[in-house]
């Protein structure tokens, strides 16, 4: 029971979308046919008149209408008074006036029917309050329709496969392959002067201004879909709406590589936090952590946008971070050395197959190592084989081929040795022919076949370093992660209603005890502590845990109770344990006030052979609940050995969490000390990810130490602050990524009896979406995809990937479960899918059923289940396209209250539904 929808929106799906139904979003914005341009005159150098003279100059028909109450007529064409009078619903209205103007502009455009708008004009929230008063006005007015606006304050954009120069910038770059994206406008400038030297050729220049409307994400999701766009690069000063940047990167970094650099490395945003975490979580540090979880590539300079960008779109990503660096001078290899290094990449090592080859046709006296330095007397041929025998070492990454101008080769010889191995080596190939007019012809030539080429072999090295970055970045998104499980069945409810009362209470900063029992509640094994309010209670606690013992100060406001000497260890009889409570009680009413000791708690004196580790989270202003994993201790910031991620997480990511650590080498076993569970500690910090994420009331999280050994891992402390009673419910912070969503999970029985469970897709479900597929007939295959696909291509793993790896903010799979009664295995039987357009309000339906459990009533219900979660996430619009011939879907979507619709191709009808 297969339904076809004129989506799937995910680049790289197979089946063909009718351009009638495909024209919408962002597409009436940046390939307008029809254009008002409100603020036109035809004063010299004015931006209203540069602006109409390059739009007018367009290379294809494109109607503009300038708007001018005061003229007849600008530059020949006639004008009309407001853009009411203007014949026909423009694509796009570009309005240039005073600020104080612009909302009025926005109203009237809405009221005329303009689709899309852009605003030039400055004045805005970079002027003060005022300018942020207008930018309510223009919100305000937006959210009576559906037309999105960039800007204000931005150049305009460029489509140079049109030649659309909608700036008024007087240069329109060459056309090419790369989307640029910048809230800078002077680098927008300067990048377009420099390309025009450079011959860089552009799918689009976009300038975002304030982006009040139009964000990252909308762009990113647009030009993901772009058929002239290979790669998307961006200029960014601030991230804007943090989920929608996320949830469009995770998407199409699948697809397309997306390369930011990112203006404000600085600390100085980072706040006082009441936690280690807290102090030890940067903000830029975050943005690092989001876009390694997206996929995006962050580089540190202008030339490296571009340079990865080529690199990318030429040469294979690395599978490892090992390079091998074939050079015929030593200097030039040692600073390409220097620069893996300190990027973060590695030099290969050279097997012994390798080392005899190469022994076998080079000097005596070549390096012998890696670098490869094939002196300055190896001809061509001896060069080119060098780089063939490194590339078919198996500890290779890739390679790099340095050549300075002196010895024996000759630069165009080698170039024309290097062509077969341009791309037949699976591996990354790229070069460094250091000079000028000698190796002009040579680096030429390279270009020509695929081998990008730097003036210096550092670049080139760094260049490598970030191509292994974006492969590993890219690997947390394909990879498929393994279930996991092991809080308890009631810990939402639990903690939820203590959590509630602690806060009713303004008692904000649970004390140790109180908080060491929340993380039991999930899952997250901590040491026996009990809390002693007296000498007695404590003693009595003792003996009862067994000897020795340590007790600990126990406060609900003092953080860190080794500030005021709170903490005694080793205790071995009653007489110590009630020794200790005295002096912990002495010492903090000295030091801060008797109001601060509650008691103390004991716990035993744990002899754990492991390491100590910090687990921790805090709440990042843009991208909220950040989890916080490293070395830990007493001199946990003095370390400074930790890694940030966002949740959830789940075991894929856990593990590259804890890879980004120093400490991750030692967990992993290393001088001849066992290895720590590493599977339970990826369960771990799954489970803690899943605490933040169902506990948003928890502002900040120290586990501290946690204590990880071969045998146990065990919570020997933990600090938890609440947020501010004040802070209602849905204004504590979101995770940047849009957790699971338990409440589209339905039971449903079938029409034989059959219980399903009806749900949304994940990560995990990977394997069984490969034996779904395996109990489809063609004709179904057929009849979803409107054309014949292998088993072997419906199953490829990165194909798989972009189904199960749903970001639930527009793109939702559904499948239908069941438990097989003979082998008590799950099992899908059906698949349901939504996915929002790039206007916001639209979406995309498809079914598609098992053949041997359709006419059951399966599709039916996944496709109601679809138009729930439609309505539920304020779609305004659904729609699917369906083969003429395919009678009994038709009816199942007339049964909904979908209407048929035909289509410019005779062989399909559309169908869709108003929400």
């Not at 943090?242 to 697809?255: D, G, H, Q, Y």
């Not at 009673?725 to 957790?739: G, Y």
């Not at 079914?847 to 289940?865: E, I, N, Y």
């Not at 038709?890 to 619709?901: A, H, N, S």
Request: charged share 20%; glycine share 8%; aromatic share 6%.
């Amino acid at each position: 029971m297969p339904v076809r929808s004129s989506l799937p929106k995910t680049i790289n799906e197979e089946a063909r979308h009718d351009q009638s139904v495909a024209r919408g979003g962002l597409d009436f914005l940046f390939a307008p046919q029809s254009l008002a341009v409100i603020g036109a005159t035809e004063r010299p150098n004015s931006v209203g008149r540069n602006v109409l003279t390059n739009l007018l100059a367009c290379r294809y028909p494109l109607r503009v209408y300038p708007i001018n109450p005061n003229r007849n007529e600008i530059l020949g064409i006639k004008t009309h008074s407001n853009i009411s009078a203007v014949p026909e619903c423009v694509d796009c209205a570009i309005i240039i006036t005073a600020a104080e103007i612009v909302p009025n502009a926005i109203s009237e455009c809405l009221d005329a029917g303009a689709r899309s708008a852009v605003v030039i004009s400055a004045g805005f929230r970079e002027q003060g309050q005022g300018g942020a008063a207008l930018e309510e006005k223009i919100q305000k007015h937006l959210q009576r329709g559906d037309m999105r606006m960039i800007g204000p304050n931005c150049m305009g954009f460029m489509n140079p496969q049109l030649g659309l120069n909608a700036t008024f910038a007087r240069t329109l770059p060459q056309a090419g392959s790369v989307a640029f994206l910048s809230q800078s406008g002077a680098l927008q400038t300067a990048i377009l002067d420099w390309s025009e030297q450079e011959h860089v050729g552009f799918s689009a220049i976009v300038s975002t201004g304030s982006m009040l409307d139009v964000g990252w994400g909308d762009l990113i999701y647009h030009f993901g879909a772009d058929p002239h766009t290979k790669a998307i690069l961006i200029y960014m000063e601030s991230v804007g709406d943090a989920r929608a940047f996320v949830s469009a990167a995770r998407e199409i970094a699948l697809s397309k590589p997306i390369i930011v650099i990112k203006a404000g490395r600085s600390e100085a945003a980072s706040k006082a936090a009441a936690s280690h975490t807290g102090a030890m979580t940067g903000s830029d540090d975050v943005l690092d952590a989001a876009f390694r979880r997206c996929g995006v590539l962050r580089v540190q300079n202008i030339a490296d946008l571009f340079y990865m960008a080529e690199v990318l779109s030429k040469q294979p990503r690395p599978r490892g971070p090992r390079l091998t660096i074939v050079t015929n001078a030593g200097g030039p290899g040692v600073l390409a050395t220097d620069s893996l290094i300190a990027t973060g990449g590695q030099l290969a090592n050279l097997s012994a197959d390798s080392l005899r080859q190469l022994d076998s046709f080079l000097s005596a006296y070549w390096s012998h190592s890696n670098p490869i330095d094939v002196l300055a007397d190896a001809d061509a041929q001896r060069y080119a084989k060098a780089i063939e025998v490194a590339a078919n070492d198996q500890e290779s990454d890739g390679l790099l081929a340095v050549m300075a101008p002196q010895g024996g080769a000759d630069p165009n010889d080698v170039a024309k040795y290097l062509r077969p191995l341009a791309h037949s080596t699976g591996k990354p190939l790229i070069a460094s022919f250091m000079g000028g007019n000698d190796m002009a012809n040579a680096t030429a030539m390279l270009n020509e076949i695929g081998i990008p080429t730097f003036s210096y072999p550092d670049t080139a090295a760094r260049a490598f370093t970030y191509m292994w970055r974006y492969t590993y970045n890219l690997r947390g998104l394909y990879e498929t992660p393994v279930p996991t499980g092991g809080t308890q069945p009631n810990a939402q409810a639990q903690v939820r209603d203590f959590v509630e009362h602690a806060r009713a209470n303004r008692h904000t900063l649970l004390n140790e005890f109180e908080g060491k029992q929340l993380l039991s509640w999930y899952g997250i094994p901590v040491v026996d502590t009990r809390a002693g309010r007296n000498e007695q209670e404590a003693a009595t606690h003792a003996a009862e845990i067994g000897y020795p013992v340590v007790v600990k100060l126990l406060s609900n406001t003092i953080t860190h109770k080794t500030e005021v000497d709170g903490v005694r260890l080793n205790l071995s009889t009653g007489e110590q344990v009630r020794a200790a409570y005295r002096s912990i009680q002495r010492s903090v009413a000295e030091r801060v006030g008797e109001e601060h000791f509650l008691g103390v708690t004991v716990q035993p004196m744990l002899q754990v052979d492991g390491y100590e580790l910090i687990l921790g989270s805090s709440v990042d202003a843009q991208f909220g609940p950040v989890i916080l994993f490293g070395s830990g201790g007493q001199l946990v910031e003095v370390y400074g050995d930790r890694a940030l991620g966002l949740p959830p997480l789940n075991t894929t990511l856990a593990q590259r969490l804890m890879e980004q650590t120093k400490i991750f080498t030692a967990l992993k076993g290393v001088r001849g000390r066992k290895a720590v569970n590493l599977e339970a500690m990826e369960n771990l910090l799954v489970r803690f990810s899943q605490l933040l994420i169902e506990q948003p009331a928890i502002k900040e999280i120290d586990i501290n130490p946690l204590v990880a050994g071969p045998e146990q891992l065990v919570a020997l402390d933990a600090r938890v602050v609440l947020h501010d009673p004040e802070v209602q419910d849905n204004a504590l912070p979101q995770t940047a990524i849009r957790p699971y969503p338990t409440q589209y999970v339905w039971q449903h029985r079938l029409k034989d009896g059959t219980e399903v469970t009806i749900r949304p897709i994940r990560p995990e479900d990977e394997p069984l979406m490969i034996l779904f597929h395996a109990t489809l007939s063609e004709r179904s295959v057929y009849l979803r995809y409107f054309c014949s696909l292998t088993l072997s291509t419906r199953i490829n793993h990165e194909r798989l990937v972009r189904i199960c790896f749903g970001n639930y903010d527009r793109s939702f799979a559904l499948v239908a479960e069941r438990t097989n009664s003979e082998t008590g295995e799950s099992e899908i039987l059906g698949v349901g899918r939504l996915s929002g357009l790039n206007n916001r309000h639209e979406g995309e339906a498809a079914v598609l059923v098992s053949d041997h459990w359709q006419h059951k009533g399966l599709g039916t219900q996944l496709l109601a289940r679809i138009v729930d979660i439609a309505r539920a996430e304020k779609f305004k619009r659904l729609g699917g396209e369906i083969l003429r011939d395919n009678l009994p879907i038709q009816g199942i979507f007339k049964k909904l209250g979908f209407r048929l619709q035909p289509m410019k191709d005779p062989t399909s009808v559309f169908a869709c539904i108003d929400l």
